[in-house]
C-alpha cells in the first residue's frame, strides 16, 4: 500500500489545479492560485543533510522571488529518507503543523449504509454560494481561514467535474462537509477536508458522509482511498477497514 501511495499519489497527483510547476532537482515547486505554493517529491534522490539543506534554501528563493506568494507547504512524509530535513526547514522559516496519518482502504468497505440522526439530509453541492457556506464551517472547525483563490479552485474543479463536495445539513444548515477528488490516471481518490460541527459528532454524520463519497469514487472506478486523517478522522477509517500505512506533517512558511 505505502508503494503505491509513493508512486501514484505524489507529485503530479497533487498538483490538479495548479498554475505553474517548476521543477528543481528532485523537488516540484508548485504554484497555486491565492498566492499558494507547495513543494512536492516522490523522494528526495538520496540527498544527504547538505543536500537537503540545498533543496530548502532553493525553494525559499523560488518563492520568495514571486511576490505573488503568500505561503508555501512542504508537505514531508515520515517514511521518507531525509536526514536533518525537520532542523533544516525550521532554520529556513517553516513552522510544522500537527501530524496527520496517511490512510489507505478499499472504497468498498467504506460505501456502505449509515443510519442518519431525524432530520439529517446529504446532498452533493455545486454553487460558489454552498461552497463558501460548507467552507465558513469548516474553517470553524480547524481554526483556519480558507483563502478566496482556494476557494475559487474548488468551485472551478467542481464546475469541471474533477472532484465532488458533500454536505449533511440540519434545518438547511451545513453541519458537515468533505471533498472527494479521484486522482486522474491511478486507483485512488482522496477523501478531504472532512469536518463535522462538535455537538453534531458522535451520531454518524461523518461516516454517512464518507459512504456518500467513496460510492462516488467507485462510481468513477477508483478501487482505492486514501486520506491524510486527523486524529477525530482516523478512528473512524480505522472501524471501516482503512489502514495507516505512514505520517505526513506540513510544514508552512509564511512570507510578507
Known sequence: MLKAYDEQLRTDAETPGAVSVTRHGPLRLINFDGGRG????QDLGGADAVGIEALVAAAVAHFEADRAIEEVEWKTRGHDV???LHE????HGFEPEEPE???????RL????VPLPEGITLRSITTEEDVRAAGIMQDGVFGSATSEGRLGDVVRRIAAGECEMWVAEADGEIVSAG????????QFA??????????????????????????????RGKRYIH?????????????SGLVKVGTTTPYVRRFG
Do not use: H, K, N
Request: aromatic fraction near 8%; charged fraction near 20%.
Open 38 to 41: 507547495f513543494i512536492s517529491y
Open 179 to 186: 471533498r472527494i477528488d479521484p486522482v486522474a490516471g491511478t
Open 110 to 113: 467504506l460505501a456502505v449504509d
Open 82 to 84: 531525509a536526514p536533518g
Open 101 to 107: 496519518s496517511i490512510m489507505i482502504g478499499e472504497a
Open 190 to 219: 482522496g477523501i478531504w477536508g472532512g469536518a463535522t460541527l462538535p455537538e453534531w459528532r458522535g451520531q454518524g454524520i461523518y461516516r454517512a458522509l464518507t459512504a456518500a463519497r467513496a460510492r462516488t469514487a467507485i462510481a
Open 227 to 239: 486520506s491524510d486523517s486527523t486524529e477525530f478522522s482516523r478512528p473512524i477509517l480505522e472501524r
Open 88 to 91: 533544516t526547514l525550521l532554520r
